[in-house]
């Protein structure tokens, strides 16, 4: 499977089935949710890539020591806007909970992977959770006289 020393293989689960978990064919498991066949990181590749961003950022926020992931989906999420791009290669986001030391999850975030140089790297995401205020407060127009029958409902 593994070409480089300490490389990371990319697996595909073989067919994405609601309520089914998938294994990858070194045993390791997929996340519960997918939502289409596609490369995702595997669990123990989730935590590989948690572990080299404490790594790299240790002077940064603290993390807890270990992720699972429960839900994931092709593409990335943009910490702006709070969409979704699809890429060619394999990019996706996953909700992850971010586990305590008694595995006991602590919180749930939407992160991004993606493959590259033969292993999956992690980049948190942090989207806009406020509401969108409508423009102008403006409310929808009634039609006072809606329940006359035979008449249209489109004008």
């Not at 300490?6 to 997918?34: K, M, N, Q, W």
């Not at 996953?94 to 602590?106: H, K, N, P, Q, Y």
Request: net charge positive; charged share 25%.
């Amino acid at each position: 499977m593994t070409s480089i020393a300490g490389a990371e293989a990319l697996h595909t689960p073989e067919r994405v089935v609601p309520g089914r978990l998938e294994y990858a064919p070194d045993g390791s498991t997929f996340a519960p949710i997918l939502t289409e066949r596609f490369p995702y990181p595997t669990q123990s590749d989730a935590n590989a890539a948690h572990r080299r961003l404490i790594g790299a950022s240790a002077a940064g926020r603290p993390y807890p020591p270990a992720v699972r992931l429960f839900g994931c989906k092709p593409g990335a999420l943009d910490a702006e806007t709070a969409r979704v791009t699809r890429y060619r290669g394999p990019v996706v986001h996953c909700a992850t909970d971010f586990l305590d030391g008694d595995g006991r999850a602590v919180r749930r975030e939407a992160v991004n992977f993606y493959y590259h140089l033969s292993h999956w790297t992690m980049l948190p995401v942090d989207p806009p959770r406020a509401s969108v205020a409508w423009r102008d407060r403006e409310g929808s127009p009634r039609d006072l006289w809606w329940w006359v029958p035979g008449r249209s409902r489109y004008r």
